[in-house]
C-alpha cells in the first residue's frame, strides 16, 4: 500500500523551495489549482533562494476538500508538469496555516489585520470582485453585497470581508499590499477600486480610508499558466512519479509567467529571483495575455463545444477553429493592443499554438468556458468599442458572444451538445428569465444582449448587436462551423454597414 504524502514521506530531492522554518507573513484567498501551481510554486521558488517569513496562510473559499487533504499531508501537495516531452512532478512545502472562509470568516480577517501578515493574494476569478457587467463599478444590487452594506461588521462578500480585514489593521497602522493574481485588466486598479467604493458605501471612517490610501498598495500583475482540473489521472501520475499517495495534486502545463508591478508596502518574496518580471509595462503585458491568450482560450472553447469536442486540444486540432482563433487575433485583438517594448508577438502566437495543442493537459473546454457572463467582460467589450469606434464590424467578437449564448443559454430547439451542461455558468438562472418567450433565436440572443450582461456603451451600437444576433440564428439554423466560416470571411470587409 502506497504511504499518504506527508513531511515525513516527501521523497528526497522532491520538495520545491525550502520553506520548512518560513512564518506565515501572506494569507492567500481562493486554493484552487491555478493558485497552487502559480504563485505557490513561484514562493516556494523564492524562499528557496533568499529565505524569509513569507510562508502562506491560505483560505479556500468554500471547499473542504482541498483543505482537508493538505492538512492530512501537513500542507504538502504536488504539482504535475504535462508537456509534449513528458511528464515530471515536485512537492510544494509553502502553506502554514489553512482554512475555509465560508466557515471561519474571523479567522480570515483577524490574518489580513495581524501586523505580521505583509501581503494579501487573490485568486477568486473574476466573480469574486463584485463588479457590475453594466458599468463595471461595485455592484450594490448584489444580495451579498447590499447585505454586507448594510452590517459591515459581519460580511459574506469576498470584497466586504477583505474591507473588514482591512479596517480592523488601520487600527495598527502596519503597512500591507493586496495583490491581486486575477485576469483583470489593471487588476490592482480594479481591486484599489472596488475595495475603496465599498468602504464608502460602508460609511468607513475616515482613518480607514486614509489607512487605504496612503499605507495599502494594490500593484498590478499579470499571471499566466494553463491550470486544468485535477483528475484521477492526475493522482496516479503523480504516485507513479513520486512513490506517496497524494489526494490533492494539480497538474499543469510547464510554461509559466507572472509579470509584477515592483510596489510593496511592507516587502515580499524574491520572486524574481524565482522567475517573475517586475516590470513597469504590466498593463502591456496584461492586454496581451487577456486578449490573446484568454480571449482566445474563450473562442476555442464555446466554439469547441458546439462541435462536440471536450478537451481545447481537440477544438484545437479542427482547422475551422484555428481559422477564427488566428482571425479574430489579426483583425480584432492585435490592433487594439501596444506590445511590450521588445516583446515578439509572433513567437507569443505561436507558442499559443503549441499550448493549446498540449492534449497532455486534457483541459476541459467545459472548464474554459465556465463563468462566461463573467470572464467575457474582460475579453470582448473593449477591443470590440475600439473597432466599432474605428468603423469596423468586430464579427469574431460578435461570435466569441453568440456561441457563448449558444452554449449556456442555447434558444428553443437548439442542442448545444453534451459538453454544454458541464460549464459552470452563475447566470444561468437569469439568462433564462431575460429569454423567455423569445420567439426566434434571433429574438432570443437580443433578449441576451439587452438584458444587463454586457456594458450598456457596446450593447448601444446596433452594428455589434445585430451581428451577435445573426450568428446565433446561423448557429441554430446552420451550425457552429457555418456561423464560424461566415465570420472569418466577413473578417476581410470590416466597414460597418
Known sequence: MMLRLSRQTTPTGAVLGASAGAASGMVHLGLGNFHRAHAAVYTAQALATEPGDWGIHGFANRSHDVVDAMREQDGRYGVLELSESG????VVDVHRGLGVLADEPDAFVAAVAAPATRILTMTVSEIGYCRSPRHGRLDVDRDDVRADLADPARPRSTIGLIARGVAVRAASGAPMTV???????SNGHVTRAVLTEYLHASSAGEDVLAFVRDHVTFPNSMVDRIVPSTTDGTIAAVGDLLGVEDRCPVPAEEFTMWVLEDDFAA??????????????EVEAYELVKLRLLNGSHSLIAYLGILDGHGTIADAWAQPFVRDAVRACITHEYLPTISLPKGFDVDAYVDSLSHRWANAALGHRTSQVGTDGSVKLLQRVPEPALIALRDGRTPHLLALTVASWIVSVAPPPGVDPGPYAGEIREPAR???AEVTRGASGP????????????????LVAHDAFTDRVADLVDVIARSGIRAAAREAVEAADDRRVS
Not at 87 to 90: D, E, K, P, S, V
Open 442 to 457: 434571433r429574438e432570443h440572443a437580443m433578449a441576451v444582449l439587452r438584458g444587463g450582461f454586457l456594458p450598456d456603451d
Open 267 to 280: 516587502g515580499r518574496p524574491a520572486w524574481d529571483r524565482a522567475g517573475a518580471i517586475t516590470s513597469d
Open 429 to 431: 438562472d437569469r439568462l
Open 179 to 185: 495583490l491581486s493574481c486575477d485576469n483583470l485588466q
Open 87 to 90: 511528464r515530471r512532478a515536485a
